[in-house]
């Protein structure tokens, strides 16, 4: 495949100090990068940094290398557009048509994909005209962002910070993957995920773990949160993930604190999702000191069962409510991965199961994840190989259509 051409856009923020690190990752991941910055943004960044990052020349104004026509090539040839950070005056220029800069006339021209991930004071985000502006953009199909909240510039905090870098990159690759826009349609929706895996206690410094990163469940709340849903993630252990915007997290340690909480915020939900890696069993007790060597053979460790909270949630399930399990399967003697998920789909009784082939560097720990989606009306769908977030994109689809 070619690399994807993508244009970003800078506009004038503190933020767009930020946009470097985004433009490193897009280029680092074999995308094609040319880098349109506002005039303002260019007091913010000197436009050295961006074209030794793009290795492209970067220009603000729509006379600049005239003969190529470049306000009207530039959106007409490129793949996707990221706009990073969107300011308030950003958005309200695009969403009224302007076209007073080689940005906003890129906007106009470009027919792909357009992602908005804006940053700026809490007060402009939640300016009626703001929201106004983000409505009519999302109106026209172009992916708005939810903003970060947290400390900003100064001392205020709020809505408004800019995503992670890292988090602009995955949603840009999803829109890359995914042939159609990434469709608005849990708002009103309130979900529930949940990650990582439980940490049974031995004692105060050991624990029953498992290899489980959090990343397929942070995936799937940082696309439902960019679908407009309100989102609690209850994350277990997980590697080192930024937290997803806009999602309320709540932290747990072992699996009876993963049950109490999905417990709680399953209360009422649209959609539960349980995504995170829960020890089938915990030691019986946890010793309350560091368990000391004294030189004889060790004690065998005495097991509980943990209770499944995914066949609890489907006892517990409201009407209307859709609940989605998880099932890594290495497949054995006496079938493959996708017989195993469908024995575990009919023995746990949720609405969708998503079954992914694990072992051989698959699923656990990487980047990447395929799989089947199972339907409890006996749809199989087949999910192709693509990030841990159009792995969620579809699965949050079969909830919407579910939902619907
Ligand atoms: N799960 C859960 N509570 C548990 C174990 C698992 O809620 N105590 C959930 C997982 O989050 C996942 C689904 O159940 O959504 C399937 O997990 P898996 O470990 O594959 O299922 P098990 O029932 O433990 O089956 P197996 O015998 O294959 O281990």
Request: glycine share 10%; with cysteine; aromatic share 4%.
């Amino acid at each position: 495949m070619n690399s994807p051409s993508v244009l970003l856009g800078v506009a004038g923020g503190i933020a767009a100090y930020k946009s470097a690190e985004l433009l490193r990752r897009l280029t680092e991941t074999g995308h094609s990068v040319r880098v349109l910055p506002t005039a303002s943004a260019l007091e913010f960044v000197g436009a050295a940094t961006f074209e030794a990052l793009s290795g492209k020349p970067v220009h603000t104004g729509v006379f600049a290398d005239v003969p190529s026509v470049p306000h009207v090539k530039l959106g007409q040839e490129a793949d996707l557009v990221v706009v990073a950070p969107a300011t308030a005056d950003l958005m309200a220029r695009a969403a009224s048509g302007r076209a007073d800069d080689l940005l906003t006339a890129s906007l106009l021209t470009a027919r792909c994909p357009v992602l908005f991930a804006p940053a700026m004071h809490t007060e402009m985000w939640e300016h009626p005209a703001t929201r106004a502006n983000v409505a009519l953009l999302r109106s026209r199909g172009v992916v708005v962002m939810e903003p970060a909240s947290g400390r900003l510039t100064g001392k205020d905090t709020g809505p408004g910070r800019l995503p992670d870098p890292a988090e602009i990159a995955e949603v840009a690759r999803l829109l890359l993957e995914r042939a159609d826009a990434l469709p608005q349609d849990l708002a009103g929706r309130r979900v529930v995920v949940s990650a990582g895996g439980t940490r049974e206690a031995l004692d105060p410094v050991r624990f029953l773990g498992n290899r489980s990163s959090g990343r397929q469940g942070y995936a799937l709340a940082r696309v439902a949160a960019q679908r407009c849903a309100a989102v609690t993630l209850v994350a277990a252990h997980t590697a080192d993930l930024g937290d997803p915007a806009a999602v309320d997290v709540v932290r747990v340690g072992s699996a009876l604190e993963m049950r109490d909480a999905m417990r709680a915020a399953g209360k009422g939900a649209d959609a539960v999702v349980m995504a995170a890696a829960v020890a089938d069993f915990r030691p019986v007790a946890a010793a309350g000191h560091k368990i000391k060597k004294d030189g004889s053979e060790p004690a065998p460790l005495a097991l509980a069962l943990n209770p499944d909270i995914l066949a609890e949630l489907v006892a517990a399930r409201e009407p209307g409510q859709v609940v989605v399990g998880f099932a890594a399967e290495t497949g054995d003697s006496s079938g493959g991965p996708l017989h195993h998920g469908r024995a575990k789909l009919a023995r746990k009784g949720c609405d969708l199961l998503v079954v992914n082939a694990v072992g051989d560097g698959q699923a656990f720990e990487v980047a990447d994840n395929a799989g089947w989606l199972l339907g409890a009306d006996g749809s199989e769908t087949e999910l192709a190989i693509g990030s841990k977030a159009l792995l969620a994109s579809r699965v949050w689809d079969a909830v919407a259509s579910r939902l619907a």
